[in-house]
């Protein structure tokens, strides 16, 4: 029988949105607000907390957002400071 690897799911750049938002003084509100109004995404604050608690998985559209909305890099978000030499331009 094989063995099955399980990966836990969760997100890479739940601390790095909470950084950036943290940096910009907005709220969890503040930003559900700026994506919804903004963008048409649909979050709450809680929505917010589980996405900086690495809980809730983030679509790719919702990245480019929340780089627009933060004034960061989506490779930023995604690597922080250490963004691998091949993903870099």
């Not at 917010?48 to 990245?63: A, T, Y």
Request: charged letters at 30%; a positive charge.
């Amino acid at each position: 029988m094989a063995k099955t690897r399980v990966i836990k799911a969760t997100n890479k750049c739940g601390k790095r949105v909470k950084i950036g938002r943290v940096e910009k003084d907005m709220t969890q509100l503040d930003l559900a607000t700026a994506l919804n109004m903004d963008y048409g995404i649909e979050i709450s604050s809680t929505g917010i907390s589980d996405l900086e608690n690495s809980q809730r998985f983030v679509k790719d559209f919702e990245i480019i957002a929340l780089a627009e909305v933060l004034d960061k890099h989506p490779m930023w978000l995604l690597f922080g400071d250490k963004v691998p030499a091949k993903f870099k331009m």
